[in-house]
């Protein structure tokens, strides 16, 4: 198992899923946004149409036959957009994500199938790392300890009183 190559075809295998996930949402967002219109297609049409159809159409065809063919127009105009929103695909960079996905799963269950490496070559680079991020900084902390536990020769403190008698010497 490489790990460093383990590491690169899981950023790879990320990226394409983020690739293919926008791609989706917003194949998803079209196609909802034309089902939407369609929607509000169909209900104002049934609506205004609807009403001027049947004033239109009551007389010649009387109040049912004119009800029914304003409801079969609606009907139709709503059934139109729906098959275009049906008929929607998604763009090339979902299938190019896809593809991408589908190279870096493959990657992936080469570089894990590859045979062990022995358990020991991996001992010096985990106790380096022991070293490097836990020692030596706990080194580093005992010594400015040491350090900070000897005072510094501090002047002696100021009082108050001191400075005003040194200020009416000088006047």
Known sequence: MDLPNLARDLDKLATADAVVADSYVRYALRKGALYLLACLLAMTSLVLLGLALYWLLEQSMGPIGAAALIAIIGCL????????????RPGREFSMGLENRRASIAALEQN?????????AYAYPATEALITSVILP??????????SSHPKTAEKPVALNEIDAVDDTKE
């Not at 894990?112 to 020991?120: E, G």
């Not at 706990?138 to 350090?147: D, F, Q, T, V, Y």
């Open 77 to 88: 105009l709503a059934a139109i957009i729906a098959l275009a929103a049906m008929f929607q």
């Open 112 to 120: 894990v199938s590859a045979p062990l490496i022995n358990p020991a």
């Open 138 to 147: 706990l080194m580093g902390a005992l010594i400015r300890s040491l350090k």
